[in-house]
């Protein structure tokens, strides 16, 4: 089992940045964390991919929407993949999530075997 705790949320004006966090933990965590990624739900819409990160951290993919303005990175020693976002937008709005998943290869569908509870994001105009 990996558990996984988002922070860094909150409410920044459009064209501002934040930088998200999420801490892994759990016995099987060097498998479970192989593909970490982050998704995003705003309020009555689907669940969708932000950005994925392989292992060693040598493979991103990012979502039409975020690419040149999000950054994903990971930090294995610290158990902790980061999100990076900057020139917030108020579409960016929403509750971003971490995802994990043992198999190999970065997935833009639902498709990973664990999720954090998630952390609000609000952009204001």
């Known amino acids: 089992q990996v558990q996984l705790v988002e922070s860094g949320g909150g409410l920044v004006q459009a064209g501002g940045s934040l930088r998200l966090s999420c801490a892994a933990s759990?016995?099987?965590?060097?498998?479970?964390?192989?593909?970490m990624a982050w998704f995003r739900q705003a309020p009555g819409k689907e669940r969708d991919f932000v950005a994925g990160?392989?292992?060693?951290?040598?493979?991103?993919y990012y979502a039409d929407s975020v690419r040149e303005r999000f950054i994903i990175s990971r930090d294995n020693a610290k158990n902790t993949v980061y999100l990076q976002m900057n020139s917030l937008k108020p579409e960016d709005t929403a509750v971003y999530y971490c995802?994990?998943?043992?198999?190999?290869?970065?997935?833009?569908?639902?498709?990973?075997?664990?999720w954090g509870q998630g952390t609000q994001v609000t952009v204001s105009s």
């Open positions: 990160i392989t292992w060693g951290g040598g493979t991103t």
């Open positions: 995802a994990a998943r043992a198999r190999r290869g970065i997935v833009t569908t639902l498709e990973y075997d664990y």
């Open positions: 759990g016995r099987t965590l060097s498998i479970g964390t192989n593909i």
